[in-house]
Antibody
Framework: QVQLVESGGGVVQPGGSLRLSCAAS????????MHWVRQAPGKGLEWVAF????????YYADSVKGRFIISRDSSKNTLFLQMNNLGAEDTAVYTCAKERDRSGYFDHWGQGTLVTVSS | SYVLTQPPSVSVAPGQTARISCGGNNIGSKSVHWYQQRPGQAPVVVVY???DRPSGIPERFSGSNSGNTATLNISRVEAGDEADYYCQVWDSSSGHHVFGTGTKVTVL
């Protein structure tokens, strides 16, 4: 069965950096687009970033563009999110999600990893 | 950027129908997807492409989309349907995916 397991979250100071990972299994990782979605405490879902199946196509939410970088290593079935210049507004649970057949919706989600930006 | 607006909350008695709206500019021209998120859990898609249901999702969940409003209907509401619900679209003009503001469904 499909499994997505995030790691790398933690507490970081404002202006700091963090790299999140999402280990994928149970499907052919290299043939699916992947996303990062975040949810601030008590708030709604916010789409963060997209990467195409071969890694050549990437899109970012305006709120993170220029600070976050999405990437993937299909040899390791792993999705990454490099987060730089973090601010308090980036505090959230970050979840990776698999897109179903470039259909535009997310058919599998991980459980998320918490990122807290605080001094 | 494209904005999707949902009512913050909907209350419904067991056995009745809950209707959750999702408003967006000409949303009828886009494919709308709906997710259910129970507390502490990851979202689960309950309707995709406006009105299709993934396998395992009860027929009580249905969707429609026209003009500037998409709607998720939950008929014969049960206590287990109490959750947050989000609509979502892909905005082709920006390449961005957008979630609605979310609606908390309370079963009275």
């Amino acid at each position: 069965q499909v499994q997505l397991v995030e790691s790398g979250g933690g507490v970081v100071q404002p202006g700091g950096s963090l790299r999140l990972s999402c280990a994928a299994s149970g499907f052919t990782f290299s043939t699916y687009a992947m996303h990062w979605v975040r949810q601030a405490p008590g708030k709604g879902l916010e789409w963060v970033a997209f990467i195409g199946d071969d890694g050549s196509e990437k899109y970012y939410a305006d709120s993170v563009k220029g600070r976050f970088i999405i990437s993937r290593d299909s040899s390791k079935n792993t999705l990454f999110l490099q987060m730089n210049n973090l601010g308090a507004e980036d505090t959230a649970v970050y979840t990776c999600a698999k897109e179903r057949d470039r259909s535009g919706y997310f058919d599998h989600w991980g459980q998320g990893t918490l990122v807290t930006v605080s001094s | 950027s494209y904005v999707l607006t949902q009512p913050p909350s909907v209350s419904v008695a067991p056995g009745q129908t809950a209707r959750i709206s999702c408003g967006g500019n000409n949303i009828g021209s886009k494919s709308v997807h709906w997710y259910q998120q129970r507390p502490g859990q990851a979202p689960v898609v309950v309707v995709y492409d406006d009105s299709d249901r993934p396998s395992g999702i009860p027929e009580r969940f249905s969707g429609s989309n026209s003009g500037n409003t998409a709607t998720l209907n939950i008929s014969r509401v049960e206590a287990g349907d109490e959750a947050d619900y989000y609509c979502q679209v892909w905005d082709s003009s920006s390449g961005h995916h957008v979630f609605g503001t979310g609606t908390k469904v309370t079963v009275l």
